[in-house]
């Protein structure tokens, strides 16, 4: 009966495998030129002089994904040029596209639109008001291949997760995995769902960080098709073309997941659905299996995951403040504290005593890739925790291991780490004067306590926005005090190690109210530049959260051994609190906020900046624009060409004295410029307007530049160190399992 099952299987998998394979050949077509247009025929057109808009001829066009082709000579600063896509007869609910306006000194730019059924009369409409038609030279509508990888991926997850539910329901049946299992695989499914209701329609909320977490999303991907170097330290996409170091000293390691889909044609909105998706459904999977590890009990893992998952600040993060780096971060706090949990806790004379490191080296490089802020945070509560459990953490054995996940942690992430340190020594920020302002003020104590919030919050003074809930979860602290009242009885349920993870949840929770004297402690010498950095208190909620899951599993496992109708009744009214609370957190997030559709990110801009952390100078005013090389007289210059951050121009400087060319870049160190003879052009240190990247210029010179961002040997070195290290770490454990098989393949062949 199990061959015959076997068999059913393969030949479903030999089934999915011919389709896909029918689906990448489909892929593999090149685009198809639908349409062109150009700017002296719709001139001629025109029979109204008054006129500021012309249509073009409709196209009947298919279901897919298109690119449009724009190509201009506008160089007025007052010009532009809006282009919109529509479709006739009032069929528009199968279209997918956003208008987009044209920069002046933007010559060129493409943007999506989507087809999600055959349209008749699909046009183009141009509206001209603020320029002429003159300076429109062409545009092109293509047919491009995005559609088919959109359907092959979506095949792929497709037959991926039938395959998964069909694995899993024969270990079912075949009694591998336990009812408790199953019910947790369930929940965490539902849970996962439960988060994402608010996306569950054609919109997103475009609010606070979310503008710019897309347009980093958007410069990796336009990376990937013009071929920047890997990895990414200044993309071109920002600030119209003169690039921005966002990567450099923000990581993008996972980010690079919404770039891949947006490179396989999803439009930009849902490319980040899917990826918020793909991060609510790994934090519920990973907490689980950090609170399940720890505390070996299912029931009160899972709920210790619901209560995380669906704590209202991580609601905030996701769907208000639009904090990337710190949802993400978020995803990996639990395997951190569970590292250290399991390193004080476990025999340390047992062989798997030395894998629990790696619950460390994981999680906090994940965090490190994510949010330094968090990383910050999360150092230094390990650090107090090697303070108040001293006495185990000085054991030889598990120094040892601490310092062994420490210098792999290090250097495993010296690729991103080493090159923002040294860039920040090199020169000034704007970074840096926002770290040396005060810390905001925190939160009123009371809005850790309100238990149904409507979207708002109880503030304290300025620096918070007006419409954000600030709280651990009113069901954390619900069972903090029930598991007090029910300690009185049975002391057994209350031990040291719940009071240290209640004291540590409430006391993070201060740290997030404006009852923490944040201005005392930001005077401390040494001490206020880091604390400074952290912006806003109720960042800590982040840990508290955390903590409170954490106390929340261990607290119900041991009230559930109890086997009292009293305690699990109070477990279940807590499962209820926090469900009810998030569901109604979540029905104000849907009714209220204020949603848009967004399908390219063509019509975004590439100025979203909030502060400009990264820019280079403290006198930009973010002013930017496209523009062409400007040049000192007598100099010239000739044979532009521009391609990501790579510049090549032919330059004449008849003058005998040095002469001065600003180039369309971002100053960063970093720069190499080079003659087609190999001589070095000098940099100079004075940058130009916006701070724009500056050549010297030879006296007498002629001859063709070329102009890369190549960094420093340092950063070499560094990715070097990364690879070296993460492949000895990968063989490392790969020879730890294989070896940990055999040695249970022997033990069941001697039973």
């Not at 010009?79 to 010559?107: F, H, M, Q, W």
């Not at 990567?247 to 909105?269: E, K, N, Q, T």
């Not at 912006?535 to 607290?555: D, E, H, K, T």
Request: aromatic share 12%; net charge negative; glycine share 8%.
């Amino acid at each position: 009966m199990r061959n015959g099952k076997i068999k059913k299987f393969q030949i479903v998998l030999l089934a999915e495998m011919l389709i896909l394979l029918a689906l990448f050949f489909r892929c593999l077509g090149k685009e198809e030129l639908q349409g062109i247009y150009y700017g002296e025929d719709m001139a001629e057109a025109v029979q109204d002089p008054s006129a500021t808009q012309i249509e073009t001829e409709p196209m009947r066009l298919p279901a897919g994904v298109y690119r449009v082709h724009v190509q201009t000579n506008m160089d007025g600063q007052e010009e532009t040029l809006g282009v919109c896509v529509e479709n006739g007869r009032g069929y528009t609910n199968s279209l997918k596209a956003n208008a987009v306006t044209i920069l002046p000194g933007n010559d060129a730019i493409d943007f999506d639109f989507f087809l999600t059924d055959t349209a008749y009369e699909v046009y183009l409409k141009i509206d001209y008001g603020k320029t002429s038609l003159d300076h429109l030279q062409e545009i092109s509508v293509w047919k491009t291949r995005g559609g088919e990888r959109i359907l092959l991926f979506t095949a792929l997850m497709i037959f991926l997760g039938i395959d998964m539910l069909l694995v899993f329901r024969r270990r079912c049946l075949e009694g591998k995995v336990s009812t408790e299992r199953q019910m947790a695989v369930v929940s965490l499914c539902a849970l996962a769902l439960i988060q994402f209701i608010p996306y569950c329609n054609d919109t997103m909320i475009f609010d606070v960080d979310v503008p710019y977490h897309l347009l980093r999303i958007e410069s990796l991907a336009n990376a990937m098709r013009t071929g920047e170097a890997f990895p990414y330290r200044i993309t071109s996409y920002w600030l119209d073309g003169h690039g921005y170091a966002s990567s450099l000293f923000y990581c993008d390691f996972f980010l690079m997941i919404p770039a891949l889909l947006r490179v396989i044609g999803f439009p930009i909105m849902t490319a980040y659905k899917m990826f918020m998706f793909l991060v609510m459904a790994a934090t519920g999977v990973i907490t689980y299996a950090a609170l399940q590890r720890c505390v070996r009990k299912e029931y009160a893992a899972l709920l210790g995951t619901a209560v995380y998952v669906l704590a209202p600040y991580r609601f905030n993060n996701f769907y208000i403040r639009g904090a990337v780096g710190e949802y993400l971060a978020m995803t990996f706090v639990p395997m951190v504290f569970c590292g250290f949990y399991l390193l004080c806790t476990e025999d340390i004379a047992s062989e798997s005593y030395k894998k629990c490191k790696w619950w460390i080296v994981f999680g906090m490089s994940a965090i490190l890739e994510c949010h330094l802020l968090t990383t910050e945070m999360v150092a230094l509560c390990l650090a107090v925790f090697c303070v108040i459990f001293v006495k185990r953490v000085l054991r030889k054995r598990t120094f040892v291991q601490l310092a062994e996940a420490t210098g792999i942690v290090l250097l495993w992430n010296c690729w991103f780490y080493v090159p923002m340190l040294y860039m920040m020594n090199k020169d000034t920020y704007k970074l840096q004067q926002i770290i040396g302002k005060n810390l905001s003020h925190g939160m009123e104590l009371a809005s850790s306590v309100v238990i149904w919030q409507n979207g708002k919050q109880i503030t304290s003074r300025d620096g918070i926005y007006g419409r954000e809930p600030y709280s651990i979860g009113v069901a954390v602290l619900l069972l903090i005090v029930f598991w007090l009242i029910y300690g009185c009885k049975r002391k057994e349920v209350v031990d040291r190690t719940g009071i240290v993870l209640a004291v540590t949840c409430v006391f993070t929770n201060l740290l997030n109210s404006n009852f923490f004297p944040w201005e005392q402690v930001q005077k401390i010498r040494g001490v206020g530049m880091v604390v400074s950095s952290m912006q806003f208190p109720f960042r800590w909620l982040g840990i508290s959260v955390a903590f409170g899951a954490a106390f929340v599993a261990y607290a119900s496992a041991k009230i559930l051994e109890t086997a009292s109708w009293n305690g699990k009744l109070g477990i279940v009214a807590l499962l209820f609190m926090s469900l009810a609370g998030s569901s109604y957190q979540l029905s104000q997030i849907v009714f209220t906020d204020n949603e848009t559709q967004l399908y390219t990110a063509a019509n975004m801009g590439t100025i979203s900046l909030i502060l400009g952390e990264y820019l280079i100078t403290d006198e930009l005013d973010m002013a930017f624009s496209y523009h062409d090389p400007a040049a000192e007289d007598p100099v010239q210059w000739y044979d532009y060409e521009k391609q990501g951050t790579n510049i090549t121009i032919t330059v004449e400087n008849s003058s005998e004295q040095e002469h001065r060319l600003e180039l369309p870049l971002q100053g960063y160190q970093g720069y190499r410029a080079v003659d087609a003879g190999g001589a070095e052009i000098e940099i100079a240190e004075e940058r130009g307007a916006h701070g724009d990247l500056t050549l010297r210029i030879p006296a007498e010179y002629e001859g063709t530049i070329s102009v890369a961002y190549v960094g420093f040997p340092i950063f070499k070195t560094a990715e070097g160190i990364t690879l070296f290290s993460v492949l000895i770490s990968a063989g490392y454990l790969i020879y730890r399992c294989s070896k940990g098989r055999k040695r249970a393949e022997t033990n069941e062949s001697y039973v």
